[in-house]
């Protein structure tokens, strides 16, 4: 089974509202990463947090850690019609395993 | 080159058939992974290889799938008597750094159907 599992499974909204996904694990992690695929294509690194930091910005992103639940959020704000795509959290297990354990994503459809 | 390459783009098969996919990582990258996407689905590890490390298999789900890396850089994921269960997408992606796991980069997949 996936270690990261994301909620919710699909996401509709409107251009510019914020667009709110989260993901939870169940391992020790060393950080965790979340990605985007668009439909049909490969998959594209979006932000790292580290399991010692709570919050991380990029751009539009902001990402948080609450490693005591083993939750991540990832908010993208003022969304657009091009961030419609799948979002994953990956995981970077701290058990030895050296490959990062993808969750099952959720589905984005910004509306213009 | 630039980016993670594979080939084929798009593998029609019949069952029973083997078939060979081809992942061309990033120039001077040391780690190799292959995932697995079934449609609508998440992604699923099958094998990594680092350097000259053994490769962790631990995700290779039958003995019908193998995979080399020759030269520490082209990787070939070879599936024998290929089942209709095997239609996937077949991601491959690879990371510079080394110890701790970061960013992974990945190519466009092959997409593979057994008829």
């Known amino acids: 089974s996936q270690q990261g599992e994301e909620d919710p499974q699909a996401l509709s909204i409107q251009e510019g509202e914020n667009a709110t996904m989260n993901c939870s694990y169940k391992?020790?992690?060393?950080?965790l990463q979340w990605y985007r695929q668009n439909s049909g294509r490969g998959l594209v690194h979006l932000i790292l947090?580290?399991?010692?930091?709570r919050e991380k910005h990029s751009g539009r992103l902001r990402v948080t850690l609450d490693t005591s639940k083993k939750s991540s959020s990832l908010l993208i704000t003022a969304s657009r019609a091009a961030d419609t795509a799948s979002y994953f959290c990956?995981?970077?297990?701290?058990?030895?395993?050296?490959?990062?354990?993808f969750g099952s994503g959720t589905r984005l459809q910004v509306q213009p | 080159g630039a980016g993670v390459s594979q080939s084929p783009s798009n593998k029609v098969t019949e069952k029973g058939k083997d078939v060979e996919l081809r992942c061309d990582p990033i120039s001077g990258h040391t780690a190799l992974y292959w995932y697995r996407q079934s449609l609508g689905q998440g992604l699923e590890f099958l094998i990594y290889f680092q350097g000259n490390s053994a490769p962790d298999k631990s995700g290779l789900p039958s003995d019908r799938f193998s995979a080399e890396r020759t030269g520490g850089s082209v990787s070939t994921l070879t599936i024998q008597r290929t089942q209709q269960e095997d239609s996937a997408v077949y991601l491959c992606?690879?990371?510079?750094?080394?110890?701790?796991?970061?960013?992974?980069?990945f190519g466009e997949g092959s997409r593979l159907t057994v008829l």
């Open positions: 947090i580290r399991s010692n930091e």
């Open positions: 391992t020790s992690i060393n950080n």
């Open positions: 990956a995981t970077d297990e701290n058990t030895g395993r050296r490959a990062l354990t």
């Open positions: 992606a690879s990371r510079g750094t080394t110890g701790r796991t970061g960013e992974l980069f």
